[in-house]
Nanobody, 125 residues
Framework: QVQLVESGGGLVQAGGSLRLSCAASGRTFSSYSMGWFRQAPGKEREFVAAISRSGRNTYYKLSVRGRFTISRDNAKNMVYLQLNSLKPEDTAVYYC??????????????????WGQGTQVTVSS
């Protein structure tokens, strides 16, 4: 089992940057593909980015490609999401998720097995 705790959210002006962190418990962190999702008020939770178990392969929602970067440090049981060139439409609660399957890059909520509690990102115009 994996427990996930996100941090790093906050209020930032448009064009600014944030770095989200997700700390994972457990000694098998490297056996999970990881993903970041977000949920804006009144909207469904959506895929943002994913990373394979080794960190070699990454996957992004089209609208964040080139602005967001997902990475992981298996030695520290951490996954990160660097958010650059933020836009007001990026405002949402951001969630970290762990996927136990051998296939990375899943984009559907039901393909992930464990979730964090979320961290709020607010981008002002």
């Amino acid at each position: 089992q994996v427990q996930l705790v996100e941090s790093g959210g906050g209020l930032v002006q448009a064009g600014g940057s944030l770095r989200l962190s997700c700390a994972a418990s457990g000694r098998t962190f490297s056996s999970y593909s990881m993903g970041w999702f977000r949920q804006a008020p009144g909207k469904e939770r959506e895929f943002v980015a994913a990373i394979s178990r080794s960190g070699r392969n990454t996957y992004y929602k089209l609208s964040v490609r080139g602005r967001f970067t997902i990475s992981r440090d298996n030695a520290k049981n951490m996954v990160y999401l660097q958010l650059n060139s933020l836009k007001p439409e990026d405002t949402a609660v951001y969630y970290c998720a762990a996927d136990a399957s051998v296939v990375a890059g899943h984009r559907q909520i039901n393909e992930y097995d464990y979730w964090g509690q979320g961290t709020q990102v607010t981008v002002s115009s």
